[in-house]
């Protein structure tokens, strides 16, 4: 398994920017992708954007062009890039991991709130 851990959660206005972070216990080579899942309260987890480790990049049509899913490899760390935020985006974001992309997420996070007021 693949310990992961998200930051830089919070309270933003509508149009605004907030920036994820997800740092892993390993190399980020060795893990077939990574993606950011957020939940709100009474709906289910979605998958928005993920990375794999070749560095092909994917996102869900809410929030292409808004949202930037990136890495350092150096660093362990896949960052997501939220602009233009509205208040539908309001959740707990996590990072999670697969290390097979013919599998499932089996790793995950503790999540991180982001909360958008109108």
């Known amino acids: 398994q693949v310990q992961l851990v998200e930051s830089g959660g919070g309270l933003v206005q509508a149009g605004g920017s907030l920036r994820l972070s997800c740092v892993a216990s390993?190399?980020?080579?060795?893990?077939?992708?990574m993606g950011w899942h957020r939940q709100a309260p009474g709906k289910e987890r979605e998958l928005v954007a993920w990375?794999?480790?070749?560095?092909?990049?994917n996102y869900v049509d809410s929030v292409k062009g808004r949202f930037t899913i990136s890495r350092d490899i150096a660093k362990n760390t896949v960052y997501l890039q939220m602009n233009s935020l509205n208040p539908e985006d309001t959740a707990v974001y996590y990072c999670?991991?697969?290390?097979?992309?013919?599998?499932?997420?089996?790793?995950w996070g503790q999540g991180t709130q982001v909360t958008v007021s109108s």
């Open positions: 999670a991991a697969k290390l097979s992309l013919a599998g499932g997420y089996d790793s």
């Open positions: 390993r190399n980020i080579f060795s893990i077939g992708a």
């Open positions: 990375i794999t480790n070749t560095g092909r990049t």
